[in-house]
């Protein structure tokens, strides 16, 4: 009798809230973001840390000696510098705006497979994501175009991203319920209309998503210039502009010697690419608080077939 009643043994979750298991996850997860998190940290710190601080090196937590922003100073006193960036802003402002608008134009259009002739084309599109001619084919095809040394050459070519392309046409295909397009069709609206003011709407959270790794994948390209403008430095991106001032002496040598110029002590190299690398990201961390609402929801979209 006694032993019936005896109350159940109570697990350490049971009484505590938790066991060892959800101690070991937690000190594993955040260690882990430490790890991750303090390169880019040591960055930032380094890039504002006094010279006389940090030539001394070590472990750098917080800038012991004050906040100082000469290496700052000396990237945006530099012409090419901050030309450079101005032509990656742009660049990839207009060729995420024109990605997006050519990629879910054709996304939609092809995943209307009951019109003759876009299952052929959705072939012929996915073909090139396999396939391609090659770099000499494409620069003789770019010579013909007249886009050889010319701007445009990093914003067109990106216009329609195939892999994106896929995404888009799998959300339209699954994701957008028919009802709305036929209702829109029955107040008089045309395939422009049904598109534009229906299906762009509730496509926000995808469009956010993929506008924002487009705008990733513009912001860090410099493969476009070095192989097809490389002869006219005064088109120059930013991101190559980081590459050289990471490998090339030459370029390091022209940007501390700017900076003496201008009566600033001379800077040291390492803290310069710092400084350097926290421009290169600055942008793109700016622009992704505003899409983050969007960014959860949009990934998942597209991916999976109802």
């Known amino acids: 009798m006694g032993s019936n009643n005896r109350q159940p043994r109570r697990s350490m979750r049971q009484a505590l809230g938790f066991n060892f298991y959800d101690v070991f996850v ?3 997860c955040v260690g882990f973001a430490v790890v991750c998190f303090y ?10 840390t006094p010279y006389e601080e940090f030539v001394k090196g070590g ?30 802003v742009s660049k990839t402002v207009i060729g995420t705006v024109l990605s997006l608008l050519v990629t879910s134009t054709m996304a939609y259009a092809v995943s209307k497979s009951y019109v003759k002739g876009m299952k052929l084309l959705n072939v012929l599109v996915v073909f090139n994501l396999f ?17 050889i040394r010319n701007y445009w050459v990093m914003v067109l070519p990106g216009a329609l991203n195939i892999t994106y392309f896929i995404i888009m046409r799998n959300y339209f295909s699954y994701s957008v319920p028919t009802e709305l397009e036929e209702a829109a069709r029955i107040d008089g609206c045309n395939d422009i209309s049904v598109f534009f003011r229906v299906i762009i709407p509730l496509s926000k959270p995808m469009l956010a998503a993929v506008g924002l790794f487009i705008a990733v994948i513009q912001w860090n390209d410099y493969y476009q210039y070095m192989v097809f403008i490389a002869s006219k430095p005064q088109l120059q991106p930013f991101a190559w502009v ?3 001032i990471l490998t090339d002496q030459t370029m ?3 940007v501390r010697n700017g900076a003496m110029s201008l009566g600033a002590q001379l800077p040291p190299p390492m803290a310069l690419r710092m400084a350097t690398i926290i421009c290169a990201m600055l942008p793109i961390m700016c622009v992704y608080p505003f899409l983050q609402k969007h960014f959860a929801k949009g990934m998942m979209l597209g991916a999976v077939k109802e």
């Not at 001619?133 to 886009?147: A, K, R, V």
């Open 59 to 88: 472990l750098m937590l917080w800038p012991s000696g004050g906040v100082d922003l000469q290496y700052y100073k000396t990237i945006f006193s530099n012409s090419s510098l901050v030309n450079s960036m101005w032509i990656s």
């Open 131 to 147: 396939f391609s001619g090659g770099l000499i084919p494409q620069y003789l095809l770019y010579m013909d175009l007249g886009l």
């Open 26 to 28: 937690l000190v594993f």
């Open 39 to 48: 390169p880019l940290w040591y960055v930032l710190i380094a890039s504002v």
């Open 252 to 254: 390091m040598s022209q």
């Open 242 to 244: 980081l590459r050289r």
